[in-house]
Structure formats: structure tokens, C-alpha cells
């Protein structure tokens, strides 16, 4: 079921109550470090100010688990924010109260007002009610684009789009029809190139992905798990021997229509973990007693490349080994360049993905970015988010 979009929304006049995802990095003076996240949300900001609305603007910042810290303050997110809309953002100290009441009361249409950061409330994370009130009482209209907090039935999530007219923002509509269309009615050959260090982290996404896509490549750390479930032998690679029964579970339920799942065949192993640490290049049976993998070789690049050319959907989520260190990076940068280059409808997602895609400057030739984290992982394994599905009910309608 599709969300209700802010764009068919009447805001000109209203107050609108607005849930961002701007928990980003603060340097030691709490200015903006990388505002990408802030940039993010700018379309549906500049959307509402154009159609007539005033703002009131919330976000969490950081975990300060219901108290004030002073150092996850917004006030250097206001700051930041008001230089990229080119008009002032009031900033206050509170979240809900007598000051934010008449402050948001005051605000003129084209007026944007940020209130402090959510977690200082202790009833946020609670999803308490009357915390849910208090906000409701802010504004005329609700609107969510934190996508990145969908995942969570937090008070300014869930609780306030009960009680407000309430619609997703044109990004938390964006990852959520994209997303929603992997799962639904994907292009085919599906194809998920799967990496990162833990397969705990990503254990229920190959469980449902074994049912949804057609071929699974799998390199990153996690991939050593699967490995010696094979019964290969990983010398001190990362390896989660806990899961090796369910892994192996997972290993032989393929095929009968369940995705094919592509391992390294060669991989860059060193001795020790160490930018500089001596390395060679081994089969995936040959890693040697003591040394560790830390990216794929070009055999397996020359395989994942050929599942990637020709498949019709592509989702990415990790980096194929340690790709922050140059002498490891150049699976990661392979498996990044194919998929850039493919024809493919092209979705990636994950912190270390987006960083690495960053550092190739492949941004600009993916279909969509994912900036949800966790609650896009949930999405793909099949999960129902709270703040999404909130948005497709018929409650919220105010």
C-alpha cells in the first residue's frame, strides 16, 4: 500500500509538524561535520515553505537517553539548516512546553522554527502518549521524512501521526515506493551483491532475499562464515562459528527456486589485520593457518562482474573486504564500478556502502541511495515498519 504523499497535502497557512532525520556528526564547537542528512531533507522543506506552510521542525540527535546533554545540542544543526534554506531557523531549548507552544503559535507562513533534541525526552523513545499530545499540540499537519527512524514507534514517529493529518515527505515517500518495488515487483534478473563483516547482521536479509532474488553474491567478511559452513578452512578470518549450523541450513536450501548464492573462489589474505601487513592472493581452500582475508581476488571480481552485466535489478549492501586501506580496496572498487556501469535499476544502502560509493564519486550513477540504515534492512527482510506503515493506515487522517 503506498503512503500518502505531502504532496497532495493543502498546507498553505498550517503549521507543519515536521520529523526529520538530522542526526548527524557534530564537531567540538557542535557545528555540522556532514550534512548530508540535512541535504536530504531540503526538497520536502523548501516543498512546504513554497506552498505557503511554517515549520516546526524535530530530530533526534545521537543517544542521550533522555536526559540533556549538552554536547547533542541542535543548535548547530538550526545553524547549518538556515544556511542551506538561505532563511533564519529559530532554534529552541525545549521539545514541548509552554516556549515551544507559543513559539509555534507565533510562526508566520515561509517561518521555520527547530525544536531541541527529541531524545532529551525521556517519552520519545516510550512512544509515551502524552509526550505524542504535547507535540501534536505544535502543529496543524504532520509530515515524516526521517525514513532512517521508520524503524521505530517512538512518540514523534508513531504516536503524533494518530493524532494529526499526516503524510510521508518526498524522501521518506521516495525509499519507501523504491524499496517497496524491490520487494514487490522487482526487474529481472534480480541480483543482491551482499558484503560487510557480519553475517549475524545480515542473516535474516538472506533469509528472505534466498526467496526474492535470483543470485545472491556474497564477499566481505561475512563470507568466510559461509565458507567454512562449506567446510573450507578460514584460518583467522572473521567467522561467527556460532551460526555455522544455521548458515549451512541456509547453504543447502538452494536451489528449487530459491536464489543461487555466488562465494569467493580466490581472495587477498595478510597476515595479520594491518594496512601494511604482508599479503598474496590464495584460493578460497588454500587460506593458510594464522591469515586472515580481507578482500576478494580477481577471479571472484571476474564472476561477480558477470552476474552484475547481466541482471535487470541490483541491490548492494557492504563492501567486498577492507576497502578504507587501498591495498585491500580493489574488489569493492570492481564490484562498485560494474554496478555503476550496469543498466540495471541500481539501489544501495548501508554506511560503509554509501562511503565507499562516495570515495569511487559513483553517487550520481545509482538509481537510489538508500539513507534509511537499519530501517531499510528491515524493510528487505520483510518487516513491517511501524513509522511507515502509520502513513498507510487510515488513522492519521486527522
Known amino acids: 500500500m503506498p503512503v500518502r504523499s505531502v504532496g497532495d497535502m493543502e498546507v498553505a497557512g498550517k503549521r507543519v509538524l515536521l520529523r526529520v532525520d538530522f542526526n548527524v556528526p557534530l564537531d567540538d564547537e557542535g557545528k555540522v561535520k556532514d550534512d548530508t542528512r540535512i541535504r536530504a531533507a531540503l526538497p520536502t522543506i523548501r516543498l512546504l515553505l513554497e506552498r505557503g506552510a511554517s515549520l516546526v521542525v524535530m530530530s533526534h540527535l545521537g543517544r542521550p537517553k533522555g536526559k540533556v546533554v549538552e554536547s547533542l545540542r541542535m543548535d548547530g544543526v538550526a545553524e547549518r539548516l538556515g544556511e542551506l534554506l538561505g532563511v533564519p531557523v529559530r532554534k529552541i531549548d525545549q521539545v514541548v512546553g509552554e516556549e515551544a507552544e507559543n513559539a509555534a503559535a507565533s510562526l508566520h507562513p515561509g517561518e521555520v522554527l527547530m525544536l531541541e533534541n527529541l531524545r532529551f525526552e525521556p517519552g520519545e523513545e516510550e512512544n509515551d502518549p502524552e509526550l505524542a499530545t504535547a507535540l501534536a499540540r505544535l502543529g496543524d499537519i504532520y509530515v515524516d521524512d526521517a525514513f532512517g527512524a521508520a524503524h521505530r514507534a517512538h512518540a514523534s514517529v508513531v504516536g503524533v501521526a494518530r493524532l494529526l493529518p499526516s503524510a510521508a515527505g518526498l524522501l521518506m515517500e521516495k525509499e519507501v515506493t523504491v524499496l517497496q518495488g524491490l520487494l514487490s515487483d522487482p526487474a529481472r534478473p534480480f541480483v543482491a551483491v551482499l558484503g560487510g563483516s557480519k553475517v549475524s547482521d545480515k542473516l535474516k536479509l538472506l533469509g528472505n532475499f534466498q526467496e526474492l532474488v535470483d543470485n545472491m553474491l556474497i564477499g566481505g567478511g561475512m563470507c568466510f562464515t559461509l565458507l567454512k559452513a562449506q567446510g573450507k578452512e578460514v584460518g583467522a578470518s572473521l567467522c561467527e562459528d556460532d551460526l555455522l549450523d544455521e548458515v549451512k541450513g541456509l547453504l543447502d536450501r538452494e536451489g528449487a527456486g530459491r536464489a543461487s548464492v555466488a562465494l569467493p573462489s580466490d581472495l587477498v589474505v595478510a ?123 487510515e488513522q492519521g487522517q486527522g
Not at 339 to 366: H, N
Open 271 to 393: 597476515e595479520r589485520f594491518s594496512a601494511d601487513a604482508p599479503s598474496k592472493m590464495v584460493g578460497a581452500d588454500a587460506i593458510p593457518a594464522g591469515w586472515m582475508g580481507l578482500d576478494i581476488g580477481p577471479e571472484t571480481v571476474r564472476e561477480f562482474e558477470r552476474h552484475i552485466a547481466g541482471a535487470a535489478t541490483i541491490f548492494w549492501n557492504g563492501p567486498m573486504g577492507v576497502f578504507e586501506w587501498d591495498r585491500f580496496q580493489d574488489g569493492t572498487r570492481a564490484v562498485a564500478e560494474a554496478i555503476a556501469s550496469s543498466s540495471a535499476v541500481k539501489v544501495a544502502g548501508g554506511g560503509d556502502t554509501i562511503a565507499a560509493i562516495e570515495k569511487y564519486g559513483l553517487r550520481e550513477r545509482f538509481t537510489h541511495i538508500s539513507t534509511g540504515g537499519g530501517a531499510s534492512m528491515e524493510m528487505l527482510e520483510g518487516k513491517t515498519l511501524p513509522g511507515v506503515a502509520v502513513l498507510e493506515s
